[in-house]
């Protein structure tokens, strides 16, 4: 089983910027596609970036285009998140994903993950 593990969240203001991190273990992270998913309170769970294994292909939901950037170091075993232009209702636990890298992955469509983080607290304020 692949173990996600987030960190980096925490409250700023409203215009800031916060850079999210996932830590993952096997030796074979390099052949997953990876995402970011977030979800407020009394939402649904909502995607907000992915990123193909190889990083040639990736994806933001229209929501976060041009305000987050999601990248990843396979040699670190490592994918990231870097959100910009904060605004409150970007407020969610953002959680860590992957899955097998193919055309069904649920960063590219909408279906299951094989493997969640357990999230990490973003809290903007007005």
């Known amino acids: 089983q692949v173990q996600l593990v987030e960190s980096g969240g925490g409250l700023v203001q409203a215009g800031g910027s916060l850079r999210l991190s996932c830590a993952a273990s096997?030796?074979?992270?390099?052949?997953?596609?990876m995402g970011w998913f977030r979800q407020a309170p009394g939402k649904e769970r909502e995607f907000v970036g992915g990123i193909s294994r190889s990083g040639s292909r990736i994806n933001y939901a229209d929501s976060v285009k041009g305000r987050f950037t999601i990248s990843r170091d396979n040699a670190k075993n490592t994918v990231n998140l870097q959100l910009n232009s904060l605004k409150p209702e970007d407020t969610a636990v953002y959680y860590c994903?992957?899955?097998?890298?193919?055309?069904?992955?649920?960063?590219?469509?909408?279906?299951?993950?094989?493997?969640w983080g357990q999230g990490t607290q973003v809290t903007v304020s007005s």
């Open positions: 096997g030796r074979t992270f390099s052949s997953y596609a």
């Open positions: 994903a992957a899955d097998r890298d193919w055309p069904g992955a649920c960063v590219y469509t909408k279906s299951s993950c094989d493997y």
